[in-house]
């Protein structure tokens, strides 16, 4: 069984275009997370949720729209699909954070490919 | 969050020890020390983590020097399995878990 899906795998689209990219994990964690990897590999955090709560939002285009319907989902929509956006994003969840550590569990990830 | 500073690369060979050293010279006191790990075309995975005692698991043991300023990923019989991009990264105590991956180590393991 697979802990952390997302779908699609690989997503190629044009400027302009409205896309999402859905996820989904099965490990009863209340935390999800959407990170983002560049072409230099560079993985940065973009937005966490926990029980359907926004607790991390970083510094992230108005573009960029994280919904979750419930526990186990966290999808991520992207408005208006720039160049710039062309990037792997990972899907994430982990237990509560709060005093101590939780390890998150990540997805096999989203290749998104804007032309 | 502390910053963490690894070298860009290593490699060893297969079935040796590989001892990976991660710097955090800014650590608070409520620091955690995370490591994970990137194997090529795939999410990262956790490896370990710990707070001032060092830790052992089934993939790995952490060795965190007693000042907490630096610490060490060991792993103890290298596999080919275990070529990937590793990421030490420090979180605070409480509050939400923002992982901060810096560029990490590429391991390479040699046959």
């Known amino acids: 069984d697979t802990a952390v899906s997302q779908t699609p795998k690989y997503l190629v689209t044009q400027m302009g275009n409205d896309k999402s990219i859905k996820c989904e994990q099965n490990?009863?964690?209340?935390?999800m997370y959407w990170y983002k990897q560049d072409s230099k590999k560079f993985l940065k955090i973009m937005f966490s949720?926990?029980?359907?709560?926004?607790?991390i939002n970083e510094t992230v285009p108005n573009r960029f729209s994280p919904k979750s319907p419930d526990k186990a989902h966290l999808n991520l929509h992207i408005n208006s699909l720039e160049l710039g956006d062309s990037a792997v994003y990972f899907c994430?969840?982990?237990?509560?954070?709060?005093?101590?550590?939780?390890?998150?569990?990540f997805g096999p990830g989203t290749r998104l490919t804007v032309t | 969050d502390a910053k963490t500073t690894q070298p860009n690369s290593m490699e060893s060979n297969e079935e040796e020890p590989v001892h990976l050293p991660c710097n955090h010279s800014?650590?608070?006191?409520?620091?955690?020390i995370h490591w994970y790990r990137q194997l090529p075309s795939q999410g990262p995975e956790y490896v370990i983590h710990?707070?001032?005692s060092n830790v052992n698991n089934r993939m790995a043991s952490l060795a965190i020097a007693e000042d907490r300023k630096s610490s060490t990923l060991i792993l103890h019989r290298a596999t080919l399995r275990d070529a990937a991009v590793y990421y030490c990264?420090?979180?605070?105590?409480?509050?939400?878990?923002?992982?901060?991956f810096g560029q990490g180590t590429r391991l390479t393991i040699n046959p």
């Open positions: 994430a969840s982990s237990h509560r954070p709060g005093t101590g550590a939780y390890e998150q569990y």
């Open positions: 490990l009863g964690h209340d935390t």
């Open positions: 949720y926990n029980n359907k709560e926004l607790i």
């Open positions: 800014t650590i608070s006191g409520t620091d955690y």
């Open positions: 710990g707070l001032t």
């Open positions: 990264i420090t979180s605070k105590l409480q509050g939400a878990q923002k992982l901060v």
